[in-house]
Structure formats: structure tokens, C-alpha cells
């Protein structure tokens, strides 16, 4: 047994030498093969231009990426909605105080490069009266821009016709929705424009308050920013002249015209606690009368009026003594803050409007002077309320959002008198009246 045992580790052991001096020759193979391969792959290199086309292709690819502005930058305002638009699709759990800490501050989002994979993704934006006067011309900016836009509107002023021209662009949806009952949208922003805004209208149809709870409520839900157009109304007969952002009103809480007053006022205050309370990323504009086209034809404000009357060959009414002043803002001026504000990294509130202050007699003597000078005016009695002087001070909006109106009234209002020409007319025909 020991012979045998002997035998076999000493097979063992010449076998363990034999596999010794194969690998130690199968290394010295590999080394001389690479050292061989080396000059070959070189050769290889230089043969047929080849280090030329990499170094070429190399240079391609390096100004591709250098040139290309999409693929290497996106500002930090896009960076920080594309990542609330991400955690909306997290889920309904997602709370706005973890957004606060999912959603790092801008000043993180310096320019700077990112991979192709993360390309700029258009805004996804919801316009609530988007079918109105403000509203459409509001549309019409952010489709222009590049962005897909949701219009909600009930039509109680709005109108089709005044979004018409978009309903063939896919980046264009339209629904029939009344904003005091909710509603669940997947948007990075809302502007919340839904209400009526002339007072024949509003007494029927107060919205501000419920509407702007359902708004707020969606925009905390899906981490969305919200904008709220408010009103200098909330002013209401101003004790300050003119009005800055830190006046706090002279208002009726009981008065015919504060269910539009107040329901501004609440609605401000609502947005303010969701910012405050729910972190929210709110923006308030106060906006002062703005006028232009597609503006109802009926609906008691000034400038329609007049402009509606001095068409049709009417007498131009007055209220009270015709000595109570406005200033007024064309409608591209506003739809420009509108942007701004939104865009900008400042909660405001914000004075938007045109301090050019006119008198109710003045704005007569310009609507006669671009319309018909053979208009007469007719006075009436006041209505109850009505403010005697109006004028915004905008010098936070000029600081802080870069903004101020650029068209006077004598060059806005003959842009609105060919549109109410046209609707007119056809009102006439039996074809326009809503
Ligand atoms: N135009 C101005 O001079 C002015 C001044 C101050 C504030 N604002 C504010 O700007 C916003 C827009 O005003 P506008 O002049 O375009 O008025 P508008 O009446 O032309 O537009 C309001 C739009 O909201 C829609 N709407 C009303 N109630 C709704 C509801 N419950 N659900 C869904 N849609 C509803 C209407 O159908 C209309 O399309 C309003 O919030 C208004 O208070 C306007």
C-alpha cells in the first residue's frame, strides 16, 4: 500500500511540474504575441487615414455637443418644472412639502450641460378661461412659444370663436369644464384666469372662491405653479393714489359689486395660505382694466361700451359726472406680465397695468377721435360703488419682473376697432350675438 501511495504522489507531483513549465510557456507566448500585436495594431492605425477619421469623427461629435444650445442647456426655471412634472406622475402621495425637498432652489440649476436624454420637454400649461378675452390672447402666447396648452372654460363669457383658429394644432385641447366642481390634470403650470369679469356678468356668477380652491387643490396635488389673476377691484374705492401693492383697500364687504371684491380678495387669500401653508408655488397679478380685441361686446365695461356705441351709432353713457379716472392697459401688455410673473421666481402680488390715467369724459373725447367725432354722450346715474380713481403704481413689477406697458391708448384702441367692426357687423346679420 505505501509503494503504491509513493508511486502516486510522485505521478502527482511530476504532473503539477509539467502544468508549472506549460503555463510558465503559455505566458511567455502571450507576452511576445502582445509585444508582436503591438506595432501591428499601430500600423493598423496609420494605415488608410484611419487615426484621421476617428480624429475627425471625434471633432464632429465635440461641436455637435458644443453648438447644440438644446442639448446642452436648459434654463433653471425648465429644469425645475420638468422635475415637479416628474413627480407628478409619482402619484397622488406625493405631498408639496416633499416637493419642497425633491425640488432642489434653483441657484442648483446653474446652466450647464446635460445628456441628450434629457432634452428640454415642452411645458404643459392649463389656461382656465382660457376661451375669454384675457384667456385667448394668452393661448395664443404660450402656443407661440412652443408650449402644449389645456384650455378649461365653461363658455359662460368665453366664446369658441376666440380659440377657434387652434383647434387643428395637436399641442391644442379644449374642455368644457365649470371650475367650481374639480377636476385631475397631469400640468407644470395653471393660470387661473375663470371668472366672470365684467359686473353685469359676475352678480350671476360668482366663481372666484370655489374655482380657486379646486385650482389650488389641483396645482398642490401634482406640484404644478399656480397664477392667479386678480383685480385692482380689490382696491376697491382707493383711499391711496396711486395704488401700490401694499395698500390694503377701501372695500364694501356688502355691496353690489364685493361678491367680484371680495371673492378677489378671498381668492388672493387662499392662494397665500397654500403657498404658506402647503408649499405651494403660487404668483398673484392684480390686473387693471386691459382692453383690445375679442372682448364681449355687451358686458358694461368702458372701453367695450364705448367702442360697441360709437360704432353702432349710439350715444356714448357716461356714469355720474364723467370725472372718475382709469388707466388702461392693452391686452398684449398684460398677457406679457401675465408671462413674465409666471416665469419670474416672485410670489407678488403685482400691479399689472398701464398708469396712463384717463377720465371717463377723456376716454370719450378718444374714442370719438379714433371712431366717429360726431358721437354724443349721454350721462346716467352712477352705479352704486364705483370708484373715483384708479391708477397702478408698477414700480415693483419694473424692478422685479423687467415689465411695462408699451402701447398708449391712442395706438391700442384702433387695433380692438376693426375686430368689433367685424362682430358687429355680422351681429347685425343675425350671425355673431352670443
Ligand atoms: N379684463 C380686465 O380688465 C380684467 C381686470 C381685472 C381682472 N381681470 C381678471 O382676468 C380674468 C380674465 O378676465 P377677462 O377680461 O378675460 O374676462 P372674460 O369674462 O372674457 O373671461 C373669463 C373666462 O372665464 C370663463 N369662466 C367663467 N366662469 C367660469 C367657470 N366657473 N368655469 C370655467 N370657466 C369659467 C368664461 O367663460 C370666460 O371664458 C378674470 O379672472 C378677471 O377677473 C380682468
Given at each position: ?5 509513493k508511486?502516486?504522489?510522485a505521478v ?21 504575441a ?20 476617428i480624429?475627425?469623427?471625434i471633432l ?12 446642452s ?8 418644472s420638468?422635475?415637479s412634472?416628474?413627480s ?9 412639502r ?5 425640488f ?5 440649476f446653474?446652466v450647464?450641460?446635460?445628456?441628450a436624454?434629457?432634452r ?13 378675452f ?9 402656443i ?7 384650455v ?11 380659440v ?7 399641442r ?11 377636476i385631475?390634470l397631469?400640468?407644470d ?8 369679469a365684467?359686473p353685469?356678468?359676475?352678480k ?9 380652491l379646486?385650482?389650488l ?6 406640484g ?5 389673476t ?10 391711496e393714489?396711486p ?5 390694503w383697500?377701501?372695500?364694501n364687504?356688502?355691496?353690489e ?14 392662494t ?6 402647503a408649499?405651494?408655488?403660487v ?6 382694466n386691459?382692453?383690445?380685441p375679442?372682448m ?6 368702458v372701453v367695450s361700451n ?9 350715444a356714448l ?11 388702461f392697459?392693452y391686452v ?17 402680488p403685482?400691479?399689472?397695468?398701464n ?6 369724459l377723456?376716454?370719450a ?17 352712477n ?18 419682473l ?5 402701447i ?5 384702441l ?8 367685424n ?5 347685425d346679420?343675425?350671425k355673431?350675438?352670443?
Amino acid at each position: 500500500m505505501k509503494q503504491l501511495h509513493k508511486q502516486s504522489s510522485a505521478v502527482s507531483h511530476r504532473r503539477d511540474e509539467e502544468s508549472a513549465t506549460a503555463g510558465g510557456a503559455a505566458k511567455t507566448l502571450k507576452h511576445s504575441a502582445a509585444a508582436r500585436s503591438l506595432p501591428r495594431s499601430i500600423n493598423y492605425l496609420f494605415k488608410e487615414q484611419r487615426l484621421l477619421f476617428i480624429l475627425v469623427g471625434i471633432l464632429i461629435g465635440a461641436t455637435f455637443f458644443i453648438l447644440q444650445p438644446s442639448l446642452s442647456r436648459i434654463s433653471p426655471s425648465d429644469t425645475t418644472s420638468a422635475l415637479s412634472r416628474s413627480s407628478s406622475f409619482r402619484g397622488e402621495s406625493i405631498t408639496s412639502r416633499d416637493n419642497q425637498f425633491s425640488f432642489p432652489t434653483t441657484s442648483h440649476f446653474k446652466v450647464g450641460r446635460v445628456p441628450a436624454a434629457l432634452r428640454q420637454r415642452r411645458l404643459r400649461i392649463v389656461v382656465t378661461g382660457g376661451a375669454g378675452f384675457v384667456g385667448s390672447h394668452l393661448v395664443d402666447k404660450l402656443i407661440e412659444r412652443g408650449n402644449d396648452v389645456i384650455v378649461i372654460d365653461n363658455f359662460f363669457t368665453g366664446r369658441k370663436e376666440n380659440v377657434v383658429h387652434h383647434f387643428v394644432n395637436p399641442r391644442f385641447e379644449l374642455i368644457r369644464h365649470d371650475v367650481v366642481e374639480p377636476i385631475l390634470l397631469e400640468v407644470d403650470q395653471i393660470y387661473h384666469l375663470a371668472c366672470p369679469a365684467s359686473p353685469v356678468h359676475y352678480k350671476y356668477n360668482p366663481t372666484n372662491v370655489m374655482g380657486t380652491l379646486n385650482m389650488l387643490g389641483l396645482a398642490k396635488r401634482i406640484g404644478a405653479r399656480f397664477l392667479l389673476t386678480s383685480t385692482s377691484e380689490v382696491y376697491g374705492d382707493p383711499l391711496e393714489h396711486p395704488q401700490k401693492e401694499t395698500y390694503w383697500g377701501n372695500v364694501n364687504p356688502i355691496g353690489e359689486r364685493s361678491c367680484y371684491d371680495e371673492g378677489k380678495r378671498t381668492a388672493e387669500t387662499l392662494t397665500m395660505d397654500y403657498h404658506r401653508g402647503a408649499d405651494v408655488e403660487v404668483r398673484i397679478a392684480r390686473i387693471f382694466n386691459t382692453y383690445g380685441p375679442r372682448m364681449c361686446l355687451d358686458d358694461g365695461r368702458v372701453v367695450s361700451n364705448f367702442v360697441a356705441q360709437a360704432i353702432r351709432k349710439e350715444a356714448l353713457t357716461v356714469y355720474g359726472d364723467g370725472k372718475q379716472t382709469r388707466s388702461f392697459q392693452y391686452v398684449s401688455d398684460l398677457v406679457d406680465g401675465l408671462v413674465a410673473l409666471m416665469d419670474g421666481e416672485h410670489v407678488g402680488p403685482f400691479n399689472l397695468g398701464n398708469p396712463g390715467e384717463f377720465t371717463m369724459l377723456e376716454l370719450a373725447e378718444v374714442v370719438k377721435e379714433t371712431i366717429d367725432s360726431s358721437a354724443t354722450i349721454e350721462f346716467r346715474p352712477n352705479t352704486a360703488d364705483d370708484p373715483h380713481k384708479r391708477k397702478p403704481d408698477i414700480s415693483k413689477a419694473k424692478e422685479l419682473l423687467n415689465w411695462q406697458p408699451k402701447i398708449p391708448l391712442r395706438e391700442g384702441l384702433p387695433l380692438m376697432v376693426s375686430d368689433f367692426r367685424n362682430r358687429i357687423l355680422n351681429e347685425d346679420e343675425g350671425k355673431g350675438r352670443k
